[in-house]
């Protein structure tokens, strides 16, 4: 995988804060695609890849390194923001943001991403902040 993302936009989508806890996540259909959401999309030379802050229950807000908070206040409509024009690049390792208290992000990447994901993780597991995801191969 690529080690440097230049951000391209950030679409905040509004909707519910259902728990992700595994059995919440088991017995709700869709419920990563029902939650609110941050999409953050990035360049690479590979390609494109997206990042999805996915909020939940008690999760007050979602922050990115360069925007700051993004929710509250909860606008309940779609938003988004574009960065093609500036020149925010993430290197490997960088912090990308943060939630308060924590939830749940989904990385979208494409077949040509040649990702060997981190053998520590297991089903319902806890990933814990600097921990490596995966290396590229």
């Known amino acids: 995988m690529p080690c440097r993302g230049k951000l391209l936009s950030m679409t905040y989508v ?31 030379s590979e ?3 997206v990042l999805v802050l996915v909020g939940a229950t008690i999760v007050g807000s979602m922050a990115t390194i360069w925007h700051g908070i993004v929710n509250p206040p909860r606008p309940g409509r779609v938003q988004t923001w ?10 490997q390792g960088d912090e990308m943001g943060r939630f308060l208290l924590g939830s749940t992000v989904v990385l979208l990447y494409p077949a040509t991403f040649k990702l060997a ?20 191969q």
Not at 29 to 42: D, S, T
Not at 82 to 91: G, R
Not at 117 to 136: D, I, K, T, Y
Request: hydrophobic share 40%; aromatic share 10%; glycine share 10%.
């Open 82 to 91: 574009h960065y093609e024009d500036q020149n925010i690049v993430l290197e």
């Open 117 to 136: 994901f981190s053998g520590n993780w297991a089903p319902r597991g806890a990933v814990r902040l600097g921990e490596a995801m995966a290396q590229a």
């Open 14 to 44: 509004p909707g519910d804060l259902f728990s992700v806890n595994p059995a919440t996540a088991e017995n709700i259909p869709g419920l990563f695609a029902r939650n609110e959401r941050v999409v953050c999309e990035f360049a690479t």
């Open 47 to 49: 390609g494109n890849f």
